[in-house]
Structure formats: C-alpha cells, structure tokens
C-alpha cells in the first residue's frame, strides 16, 4: 500500500482562555479532540465545520505553525512534532499556507517582487537574475503579469491578491499546501476563478491541498475527500461522492440539507438542527453533538463513539453505525472531482 504524504494521528490542541491571579488555567478549549486522517500526494482533502469546529486550527498544527499538545504528524513517513525549529526549516520548503485574507498577509509596504523574493532570501534561493526569473515564471502562472511585480497590494483587486498569495506559496516547489479558506473573503464572481487555478495547480505540479471551509458547494467542487469536524472531531470522512450522496452522521446530513437550494420555493432544512450550539469551553459529555441529535441513544451521553469505518473508505463517529448490520450500503469510492 502506497504510503501517505501526510498522516496525522490522535492530535491534540488546547487553549487557556482564563487564569487565575496565579497564571494557572482555570478554563481551557479542546480545539482539537484526537483528530486523525490521511492526505495522499496530488489529493486534496476538504475540511468543513461551523466557525470554532477547529478546522483551522488543525491545518496550523499540521503545518506546527502552532504546536500541538500530543499525536502525531508524519510527513513523507518522517514524524513534523518532534523536529527542531532547524529541522523544520528544509520541510517547511514542502509545506507552504495559502491564508484567507490575502490583503492582511501581504506586507502593504513591499512591493510583490520584494514580498516574494523575501521568501527565496530567507531560504537561501538562487542569485538575484534567477529569483527574478522565477518571481516572473511564478506570476505569469497564476495569472498577474510580471510587469506588475513592482506595484503594492493595494494596487491589487481582492482576487489578484490572492493570486498573489497562492503564487508566494508556490515560489519553492512545495508539495502540501494548507488553503485555509482561501476563497472566503472574495467575490462568487471571483472565487470560481480561484478555485479553477488551485485545480490547475494541482493537475500541474501534484500538489496536495488540506483545503479549509465552510461552504459546503465550494468544498465539493474543490475535494477529492471531505472531512467533517464539530467541536473539535472528526466526525465523519469520506469521499465527496460519497459524502454527499450518503451523509451518515446526523451533523452532517443536516449540514447539507441546509445547502440553499436555487429553486426559491425551497426552504433550508435549518429546523431539525434542534438546541443551542454547545460551549467549546465545556463541550457536552459523551458524543459532542447529542444535545441537538434527533437519533440521541443514552449511551451517546456517556461515550464519545470513535471514528470507524461504516464502509470501505467511510469513516464515521457515531453510535448509529457501530454495528456492521447498522452500516448502509456505500457506493464505490471516488477520487473525481464533482
Ligand atoms: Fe447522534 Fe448518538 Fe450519533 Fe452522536 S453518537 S450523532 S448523539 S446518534
């Protein structure tokens, strides 16, 4: 069997969001509750969840922008959690972060040649002539003229920006990408645009993307697999086929029953998500979604269900299907793109 590009297991990350007079937490959020998945070269993985799920979070700890409190990641077979800061730094090259605000992460007062020649300087890349040439090669990839190379973001429509940004994570031949919603802040018109140039890049270059969301349409189009997380689990891993066809934890069939439909006459399903959303500081016992389940069972309040396979290559977390009569049938696993 072909060996992952990248494997997180078990990973764990909290917050102090309180002290007391002593500097010692008294209230902490479980951001990421042993979160566990696989990501193969050239795949990309969708990642969904309502704001605070900590979608956004993993794709951080996976990449040790922040550090995780335990579990593993293991890139290319070599363990990222346990490398030093000089150890990380040749990985780093392979790992690269598009963010979702391209204006904030550009610096508004280095011109684009600078911003994206900083990134060679800082790894110790090629001569000024040759970073020149690949800042133009790089740009005229994603669609900015080179002779714009010397203008400033501000002088950027939200797209180019972003443009721009998925171009300074390609300037070292990276071969995982974390786009942490990267089309969010912009226009419908232009994030179809974006969408098709991470695809393009992807067919190009074979890079994997761990793709962040929250717009389940734009996750579809974009995913070969999708991950769905609330409060901090992994509840439910799929194909996108598969996903969307035969959803079997409760969230996220409610999550794409919510999916406005474009008849008018068609009301969004928001009525059978029932309760309030839970604290993430004192998440519910047991299974974290039980206090708005229609298909509650006690023992959904005392054990957490672990991520299991219902059906070849579809993982959920639920109590409902941890039986093998419980499992419906599946359809084959696909790797196309909707
Ligand atoms: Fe609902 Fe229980 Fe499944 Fe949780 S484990 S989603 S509460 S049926």
Redesign the pocket.
């Known amino acids: 069997m072909t060996q992952p590009l990248l494997e997180v297991r078990d990973l764990k990350k909290s917050f102090t969001v309180k002290t007391d007079l002593f500097g010692r937490p008294t209230a902490q959020v479980k951001a990421l509750d042993a979160v566990s998945f696989t990501l193969n070269a050239g795949e990309t993985l969708g990642l969904v969840g309502e704001s605070g799920c900590g979608k956004s979070t993993t794709g951080r700890a996976v990449l040790r922008l922040i550090e995780p409190d335990s579990g593993s990641v293991r890139f290319e077979g070599k363990e990222v959690t346990s490398l030093s800061p000089a150890e990380m730094r040749p990985l780093r090259r392979e790992m690269q972060l598009v963010f979702q605000d391209p204006y904030s992460s550009l610096n508004p007062r280095m011109t684009i040649r600078q911003i994206l020649e900083e990134t060679y300087i800082v790894h110790g890349v090629g001569t000024r002539d040759e970073r020149r040439d690949r800042i133009e090669s790089v740009l005229d990839r994603v669609g900015i003229r080179p002779d714009q190379m010397d203008r400033f973001p501000h002088e950027f429509s939200g797209g180019q920006r972003q443009r721009i940004g998925i171009a300074r994570a390609l300037m070292l031949n990276p071969k995982f990408i974390v786009a942490d919603e990267p089309v969010s802040a912009l226009d419908v018109s232009i994030q179809a645009q974006v969408l098709n140039l991470l695809t393009d890049i992807q067919d190009e270059f074979g890079i994997a993307f761990l793709f962040i969301g929250h717009d389940l349409a734009v996750v579809e189009h974009i995913s070969h697999r999708i991950g769905v997380m609330y409060l901090g689990r992994m509840v439910e891993l799929a194909s996108d086929t598969d996903l969307y066809a035969t959803p079997l934890?409760?969230?996220t069939q409610v999550l794409l029953e919510a999916i406005p439909s474009m008849d008018p006459n068609v009301k969004p399903a928001r009525a059978s998500l029932r309760g309030e959303v839970p604290s993430p500081l004192s998440p519910p016992s047991g299974?974290h979604?039980?206090t708005r389940?229609p298909?509650?069972?006690p023992i959904?309040e005392q054990l957490a269900?672990p991520l299991a396979e219902a059906a070849p290559g579809h993982m959920v977390a639920?109590?409902?299907y941890s039986t093998a009569t419980a499992s419906p049938v599946i359809e084959e696993t696909s790797t196309e793109r909707a």
């Open positions: 934890h409760p969230y299974c979604f039980h389940c298909h509650k069972k959904c269900p639920c109590h409902l």
